[in-house]
Structures are given as structure tokens and as C-alpha cells.
């Protein structure tokens, strides 16, 4: 499912940036086209607004083919070339290789102005073609040479303007080889950072249905076991009949224990549900962070007390933070409840609230096993349980830091987990004060 999902962001992305490089090479190429075009159309307008301007002459000599298809100059040919041109339109029009051609109305070459002699081909075929066809502009290509060519109707004939476009045809030829390179690197390019981002993308979304479909499977495995133990306990009471509630006291209690742990779970469940569908939701009010951290030791210093733990704890007054009261009351509960379980005899706990700059620092820090560096990527998790066995046995399902991590989430804050093996387990919870006036 996720390979299909994978594999159609990676087209979708490829071919969202293709269509960009394509169309912005697209876009380069026919604007440098309409540009170079329209140079070449100042060039064949000058030479056709000189040979109007000059009655049918640009001062150049003058190749007329001869019947038998060679070059023979006329009577009034000049071997110079533009003579009477300014200096300037001279080696511009050498340069260019820019000419013009005189025909009648049928087609017939009465004059040619060029500073060159052409080729019998050129005449015979290439301005055939040009006359004979209705196309006012075009190009054409003759022993490997591109002109492009301009005829305007004249009151005897035709004049036609030919100028040498080899330049413009390589200056294309080689535009569209370097963007035909530079858009194949850049869809390869695309390709690679589309198959990135699509992976990356679709990472966190392959974790979190993982995640659902393990937490699904988990609090289903959770509560079967108590409604296991429930039925059995339920078979044996009915099949003694004849027995009393007294005689028949440990089922029960085994069937109130379970019913409690369960009803436990379901509720963590619900507050879990509800916190990540609230997340975004919660209306956060001044509250001190200072007595809800207070209420929550001082409810707990008797049972810490009975564990024979050693409990110090230094709270600053006054700490404000934008919040809600039973969520912070909450997340210390858990944090310490946590802290007291995993705790051994003569052992300590150590609670500090304490302001960092902006932030109100709660650290609760128990000696004890610690935390192995596996344990601490996962233990945000939900139904994550280092020790499956010892968690049972005090009760717990593994949900009490998901939901610590979910609250401080809410609250716009952090926590971390630091530990070190047989020495101490520290969770240091940091969450934005309020901001004085």
C-alpha cells in the first residue's frame, strides 16, 4: 500500500517539476527564436528598403545568369563592391551577406545586387522555388548554407532579399542541444529528489499506521486478558452453586481487581483519544505550575513514604505557564507514580521546578535500574514496556508517558528522558511560561 502511495507521489512530483523545466526551457527557446527571427527581418527590410530606395540597385555588381546557366557579369557590373554605400552599410552588408533580387511578374530574374556570385543551383532551383511559391518569407538551404529570404510585390515585378542565417541557425541548433542537456540532467535531478521527498513524506505516515495498527493490537491483547480472567473467574463461581459470597470471596476478588484494571485502561484509552483529537483545540489559561506540582507531591509523599523511598523536592513559587490545571496535575501524577514504581527501597527521589529564561523546567530524577539507550527510543510509545513482566505486576499498561508526552505536547513543551544503567532515570519537562506585561 505504501509502495503504491510512494510510487505515485514520486510521478506526480516528476512530472509536476518536468512540466516546469519544460515549459521554462520552452519559453527560452522560442523567445531566443523570435528574437534572432526578428534581426534577421531588420536585416532583410534594410536590404529591401535600399534596393527600393536605389530604384532596383544597392551599388553592388550586378550577376545576371546567362542563358546557358554561367554567371557573366552585365555591361555595368563594377568589380568594388557598394562604392557608393557609406562605409559603415558596406562592411555591415559584406559581413551579413545580405542581397537582393530583381524579378518580373512571371518569375524572370531581370536583376541581381550581391557582392558574390551564387551558384547555377541556387538560381535555377532555389529561386524557381521561391518564385513559384505563395510565401512572402521563408528559408532555404543551398550547398549547406541557410538564407532566409523576403519578397515584396513591386510595380514591375518582385524584389526578394536573401541574408545569411547560418549564425542564427547554429546559435539555435546549439541553444536547443544545451537545454535538451541541461532539462535531461534536470529531470534526473527531479527524479532523485522526488524519490527523496516521497520516501521522507511518506515515512512518518508508513510510522504512524504502524503505530495505530500496533496500539490497535495491543489494547486489544490488554483487554482480553482481564475479560479472560474475568469469564474464568465467572465459570468457577457458577459452577458452585451451593457456595456462599464468603466461601467464595478470592473469585470475586479476582473479578474486581481485573473489572478496576480494565476500567483503568479503557479511561487511559478515552484521555489519549482525546488528547490527540483535542491537540490542537485546548483552550490554555494561565495557571501556576507551581501548585500543581505541589498538590500532586504532597498527595503522593504517603505512599512514598510506605515504598521507604527518600523524597526532596525544591519548587519554585509562582511559575506561570499557559496550560491546563488538571492536565499539569496529571502529568506530574504520572511522572511521579512512574518514579515511585521503579524506585527500589532506600532509594530517592529528586523533584526540582525551577525557571530557565522563558521556559519552567520540571526534572524528577529516582536512582534506581535506569533505562537502557533501546528502551529510550521507544519510550514515548504506547503499551512500550521495558519489562513486561514487572510492569504487570504494578499495575501499569505502558501508557502513563504516552500520555505525559501527549499533555506536554499540548502545552506547547518538550520532554526528555535521560538515564544512565543501574544509576538514575531523569525526565526533564520544559513548557513556555507566560509572558510578564
Known amino acids: 500500500?505504501?509502495?503504491?502511495?510512494?510510487?505515485?507521489?514520486?510521478?506526480?512530483?516528476?512530472?509536476?517539476?518536468?512540466?516546469?523545466?519544460?515549459?521554462?526551457?520552452?519559453?527560452?527557446?522560442?523567445?531566443?527564436?523570435?528574437?534572432?527571427?526578428?534581426?534577421?527581418?531588420?536585416?532583410?527590410?534594410?536590404?529591401?528598403?535600399?534596393?527600393?530606395?536605389?530604384?532596383?540597385?544597392?551599388?553592388?555588381?550586378?550577376?545576371?545568369?546567362?542563358?546557358?546557366?554561367?554567371?557573366?557579369?552585365?555591361?555595368?557590373?563594377?568589380?568594388?563592391?557598394?562604392?557608393?554605400?557609406?562605409?559603415?552599410?558596406?562592411?555591415?552588408?559584406?559581413?551579413?551577406?545580405?542581397?537582393?533580387?530583381?524579378?518580373?511578374?512571371?518569375?524572370?530574374?531581370?536583376?541581381?545586387?550581391?557582392?558574390?556570385?551564387?551558384?547555377?543551383?541556387?538560381?535555377?532551383?532555389?529561386?524557381?522555388?521561391?518564385?513559384?511559391s505563395q510565401k512572402d518569407k521563408g528559408a532555404l538551404k543551398s550547398d549547406g548554407s541557410y538564407w532566409a529570404y523576403k519578397r515584396v510585390k513591386t510595380a514591375d515585378g518582385y524584389v526578394i532579399a536573401f541574408t545569411d542565417a547560418n549564425a542564427e541557425q547554429t546559435i539555435m541548433r546549439n541553444l536547443l542541444i544545451i537545454l535538451s542537456l541541461v532539462a535531461l540532467a534536470a529531470l534526473a535531478g527531479a527524479f532523485l529528489i522526488s524519490l527523496f521527498s516521497a520516501n521522507k513524506s511518506i515515512k512518518p505516515v508508513e510510522e504512524s499506521y504502524n503505530r495505530q495498527k500496533r496500539f490497535v493490537a495491543d489494547a486489544s491483547h490488554e483487554l482480553k486478558t482481564p475479560l479472560t480472567t474475568i469469564n474464568t473467574n465467572a465459570d468457577v463461581l457458577l459452577s458452585h452453586e451451593d457456595s456462599t459470597i464468603k466461601e467464595e470471596r478470592k473469585w470475586l476478588d479476582y473479578i474486581k481487581n481485573e473489572t478496576e484494571r480494565m476500567t483503568k485502561l479503557t479511561n487511559d484509552l478515552l484521555y489519549l483519544a482525546r488528547l490527540d483529537h483535542d491537540e490542537e483545540s485546548v483552550m490554555l489559561t494561565p495557571v501556576s505550575f507551581s501548585q500543581a506540582a505541589e498538590s500532586v507531591i504532597l498527595l503522593m509523599e504517603a505512599v512514598v513514604f510506605e515504598k521507604d523511598i527518600k523524597m526532596t523536592y525544591d519548587i519554585t513559587p509562582?511559575?506561570?505557564?499557559?496550560?491546563?490545571?488538571?492536565?499539569?496535575?496529571?502529568?506530574?501524577?504520572?511522572?511521579?507514580?512512574?518514579?515511585c514504581k521503579y524506585t527500589p527501597p532506600k532509594g530517592e527521589i529528586?523533584?526540582?521546578?525551577?525557571?530557565?529564561?522563558?521556559?519552567?523546567?520540571?526534572?524528577?530524577?529516582?536512582?534506581?535500574?535506569?533505562?537502557?539507550?533501546?528502551?529510550?527510543?521507544?519510550?514515548?510509545?504506547?503499551?512500550?514496556?521495558?519489562?513486561?513482566?514487572?510492569?504487570?505486576?504494578?499495575?501499569?499498561?505502558?501508557?502513563?508517558?504516552?500520555?505525559?508526552?501527549?499533555?506536554?505536547?499540548?502545552?506547547?513543551?518538550?520532554?526528555?528522558?535521560?538515564?544512565?544503567?543501574?544509576?538514575?532515570?531523569?525526565?526533564?519537562?520544559?513548557?513556555?511560561?507566560?509572558?510578564?506585561?
Open 318 to 339: 509562582d511559575l506561570t505557564v499557559k496550560g491546563d490545571a488538571e492536565q499539569l496535575h496529571r502529568l506530574v501524577m504520572i511522572l511521579l507514580d512512574n518514579a
Open 350 to 437: 529528586e523533584i526540582k521546578l525551577v525557571r530557565d529564561a522563558s521556559d519552567a523546567v520540571f526534572t524528577i530524577r529516582n536512582s534506581g535500574e535506569g533505562i537502557s539507550e533501546e528502551a529510550r527510543k521507544h519510550i514515548f510509545e504506547r503499551f512500550y514496556r521495558e519489562d513486561t513482566s514487572r510492569a504487570r505486576e504494578s499495575g501499569g499498561y505502558g501508557l502513563g508517558l504516552s500520555i505525559a508526552h501527549a499533555i506536554v505536547q499540548s502545552h506547547k513543551g518538550s520532554i526528555l528522558v535521560d538515564s544512565e544503567k543501574d544509576g538514575f532515570t531523569r525526565f526533564t519537562v520544559k513548557i513556555p511560561l507566560v509572558k510578564q506585561p
Open 1 to 132: 500500500m505504501f509502495k503504491k502511495l510512494r510510487n505515485r507521489l514520486l510521478i506526480v512530483n516528476t512530472l509536476i517539476i518536468a512540466a516546469l523545466v519544460l515549459g521554462s526551457f520552452s519559453v527560452i527557446y522560442f523567445t531566443t527564436w523570435q528574437n534572432t527571427m526578428h534581426g534577421v527581418d531588420m536585416k532583410l527590410d534594410r536590404a529591401l528598403e535600399m534596393t527600393a530606395g536605389r530604384g532596383g540597385h544597392m551599388g553592388m555588381r550586378e550577376n545576371l545568369p546567362a542563358p546557358d546557366g554561367e554567371h557573366t557579369p552585365p555591361e555595368n557590373a563594377r568589380p568594388d563592391v557598394m562604392n557608393d554605400a557609406p562605409p559603415e552599410t558596406r562592411r555591415n552588408e559584406m559581413f551579413t551577406l545580405t542581397f537582393t533580387v530583381l524579378t518580373d511578374n512571371d518569375g524572370n530574374i531581370t536583376k541581381v545586387n550581391m557582392p558574390f556570385d551564387m551558384t547555377e543551383d541556387f538560381y535555377s532551383d532555389k529561386l524557381g522555388d521561391i518564385v513559384a
